[in-house]
């Protein structure tokens, strides 16, 4: 299942239709080389990287053949949990249906650049469970699970997918190293010291589009520190070393452990190693990657974010910060990528229906937003009109 069978940009994803998952009752969330999630709290961002993340593990039981379950007219079923794989916890069937209601299953789509469609139904269990029960995969062309249209889009291209979820690892005097994947980070980043201090730090050349702009050294821990450098100003030394006996690792950062020099720089760091060691093709989630970090680091890890877009990987980034966005704005306006590339997806819940409906905003090629809908990132213009009201009061 490693085979590619289409070229890398027709394989990425271009929408995933959503049905009877969580606040979704049936929609379809365009999605382009670098998606942005935005929109207030508890309105579907997370809900839809967790529909993605289960497609994922769905992906992960099939390759394991673990099948526990089997009935027939289903070649394959297995259980896929709800809890604990990527960090998920999303509780029992019974909360990630819509309305709580009962149902017989939820239902993804998901269509690639060359519109070719795949249908991934999950069987709801009669009764409250853990689990949800995955029952095949189904694509227009091809009956079988896993068929060659469905495993192409680049949501299953392996071992090629990088998720970081919004809690990653922060300061540590140690780092765990006993993940066997030489490429991974980890979900919350655990093992991003570990990636640098091994031979993959030293010898892993990064792609040139991926490079930090003017530098000639390519090897992953130098770009890195490149990288670092440009989000975070003054970082310009990242030490990793590892240490079998103890199976750690740790890090020195311009000389100074980790726990001296703040949170931003580890929530940060597994963001720029992960989206250096994606391959063109590939797919890198990350949760709020403004998290601990000033608003010029916000701008640029935007910014970084579109370079690492331009260079063939497709990101999908959920963000509460303008500043995230601005930096996306920016690389387009200096030719690092299309406005095409960019769909800003914003959620919003209907207060007459109650329903969470998804506008789509797109870039124009002055670096416009295509539309700004009332409460997209307008607080700063809300609250200057307040002050402003409060001081015509004061002074009167």
């Given at each position: 299942?490693?085979?590619?069978?289409?070229?890398?940009?027709?394989?990425?994803l271009k929408s995933i239709r959503i049905q009877g998952f969580k606040c979704f009752l049936d929609t379809t969330v365009p999605l382009a080389n670098l998606t942005v999630l935005a929109g207030g709290n508890s309105v579907g961002k997370s809900s839809v990287i967790q529909s993605l993340l289960l497609l994922r593990s769905a992906l992960s039981s099939y390759e394991s053949k673990n099948f526990p379950i089997q009935r027939k007219g289903y070649e394959y079923e297995s259980r896929i949990l709800l809890?604990?794989?990527?960090?998920?916890?999303l509780g029992t069937s019974r909360d990630v249906v819509t309305d709580r209601k009962p149902i017989e299953e939820i239902r993804f789509s998901i269509e690639n650049r060359q519109n070719q469609t795949g249908v991934i139904p999950f069987e709801?269990?009669?009764?409250?469970?853990?689990?949800?029960?995955?029952?095949?995969?189904?694509?227009?062309?091809?009956?079988?699970?896993?068929?060659?249209?469905?495993?192409?889009?680049?949501?299953?291209?392996?071992p090629q997918f990088y998720y970081l979820n919004a809690e990653r690892i922060g300061p540590r005097v140690l780092y765990d190293i006993d993940s066997t994947d030489l490429f991974a980070t980890g979900w919350q980043g655990e093992y991003t010291i570990k990636v640098l201090s091994s031979m993959v730090g030293e010898r892993y050349q990064v792609d040139a589009l991926q490079a930090f702009e003017g530098s000639e050294n390519f090897q992953l821990s130098a770009q890195a520190n490149f990288w670092m450098n440009y989000i975070l100003s003054g970082i310009s030394s990242i030490q990793a070393t590892s240490d079998n006996t103890i199976n750690k690792?740790?890090?020195?950062?311009?000389?100074?452990?980790?726990?001296?020099?703040?949170?931003?720089?580890?929530?940060?760091?597994?963001?720029?190693?992960?989206?250096?060691?994606?391959k063109s093709g590939s797919m890198f989630i990350v949760e709020n990657p403004e998290a601990h970090l000033h608003p010029l680091g916000q701008s640029?890890?935007?910014?970084?974010?579109?370079?690492?877009?331009?260079?063939?990987?497709?990101?999908?980034?959920?963000?509460?910060?303008?500043?995230?966005?601005?930096?996306?704005?920016?690389?387009?306006?200096?030719?690092?990528?299309?406005?095409?590339?960019v769909a800003i997806n914003f959620f919003l819940r209907n207060q007459e229906t109650e329903k969470v409906e998804v506008q789509q905003i797109g870039l124009t090629t002055s670096g416009d937003l295509t539309k700004f809908p009332a409460g997209f990132f307008d607080q700063t213009q809300q609250d200057l009109v307040e002050l402003i009201k409060l001081k015509q009061s004061k002074i009167r």
């Open positions: 299942m490693t085979e590619n069978l289409l070229p890398l940009e027709d394989a990425r809890n604990g794989n990527f960090l998920m916890n709801v269990p009669l009764e409250e469970e853990n689990h949800l029960i995955f029952r095949g995969m189904i694509a227009d062309t091809d009956p079988n699970p896993f068929s060659p249209d469905i495993r192409h889009h680049s949501l299953f291209s392996k690792a740790k890090a020195l950062i311009n000389s100074y452990k980790p726990h001296n020099v703040g949170f931003g720089i580890s929530y940060i760091l597994p963001i720029v190693v992960s989206g250096l060691l994606a640029r890890i935007g910014q970084f974010l579109a370079q690492m877009t331009a260079a063939g990987v497709q990101i999908i980034i959920e963000t509460h910060s303008e500043h995230v966005i601005n930096g996306i704005r920016i690389a387009a306006m200096k030719g690092v990528l299309s406005p095409d590339d």
